[in-house]
């Protein structure tokens, strides 16, 4: 169990475990425990998420402490997996759960970007010369506001300030796989004590790069062949890329770090 794991348990529960139908119920701690080799990200605000949202409903005490069965678990797995994996919005995993509850085989997830990579390792990856997912599969996801405080670690009021710098917008209510990759991010930077202000250079950076690559690609984009629009997609996506990588190596120079 990690560090960050062990300080976020609280005194919700008592240490000791009850038994029901032969089996132990786990307080909220054990829970985290439990999956915390799989989903490192998981919290106790994030299982009280899902509690409030109506996925999971563990026991309470005469006390009121929540006690979770097996079936708990393995019914947290199942989101957590269906989140991280498939990036299926809670509104689906709840029609899954709800088929399962009634005997039936969940669907299998249908146009799902496969295995999620994490944040961290696509942006070496691009750094290193692989080609961006394509937009709008990445943009499947579709998370609504208290979804996108609760998987990635910000507050509300920091949230708001980072909607009002730019680095984050909602499409209608929902927000995409873009804004979840950089609202963890920024939830990540801001524990070194940076502040959302330090991190407006990002956004215009990043907005003269589109720049500079939309002015170096546009002429074949106008194109009325569709093979040379295709070409000039392709060749953003690579010259994104290699911006990436350009950077990474300019950043690392810069800290005097080894490569």
Same mark, same amino acid.
């Given at each position: 169990m990690?560090?960050?794991?062990?300080?976020?348990?609280?005194d919700d529960e008592p240490a000791e475990q009850q038994r029901h139908d032969g089996g132990p119920l786990l307080g909220i701690g054990d829970v985290i425990a439990?999956?915390?080799?799989d989903f490192p990200e998981v919290t106790i605000s994030k299982v009280r998420f899902l509690e409030t949202e109506g996925l999971i409903t563990p026991e309470r005490t005469t006390s009121g402490y929540r006690k979770f069965r097996a079936?708990? *678990?393995d019914r947290l797995r199942y989101v957590l997996?269906?989140?991280?994996?498939h990036y299926l919005p809670l509104r689906v995993i709840r029609e899954h759960?709800?088929?399962?509850?009634?005997?039936?085989?969940p669907p299998v997830p249908v146009g799902s970007l496969g295995p999620r990579v994490p944040a961290d390792v696509e942006g070496s990856r691009l750094a290193e010369g692989e080609s961006v997912p394509p937009h709008g599969a990445r943009n499947r996801l579709r998370l609504s506001r208290a979804e996108l405080i609760a998987e990635s670690g910000l507050t509300e009021s920091t949230l708001e300030q980072l909607e009002s710098t730019g680095l984050v917008a909602a499409h209608g209510k929902h927000y995409d796989a873009d804004a979840?990759?950089?609202?963890a991010t *920024?939830?990540?930077?801001?524990?070194?004590?940076?502040e959302i202000r330090h991190l407006r250079p990002f956004r215009l950076s990043a907005e003269r790069q589109a720049a500079l690559v939309h002015q170096v690609v546009s002429p074949m984009a106008r194109s009325r062949n569709a093979e040379t629009r295709e070409r000039a997609e392709s060749a953003m996506a690579e010259l994104a890329a290699l911006s990436l990588r350009l950077h990474s190596t300019?950043?690392?120079?810069?800290?005097?770090?080894?490569s």
């Open positions: 990690s560090n960050q794991a062990r300080s976020t348990v609280s439990a999956l915390s080799d079936d708990d *678990v997996t269906m989140q991280r994996d759960l709800d088929a399962i509850d009634r005997g039936l085989e979840m990759v950089v609202a *920024v939830a990540q930077m801001l524990t070194f004590g940076l300019l950043l690392r120079q810069g800290l005097g770090l080894d």
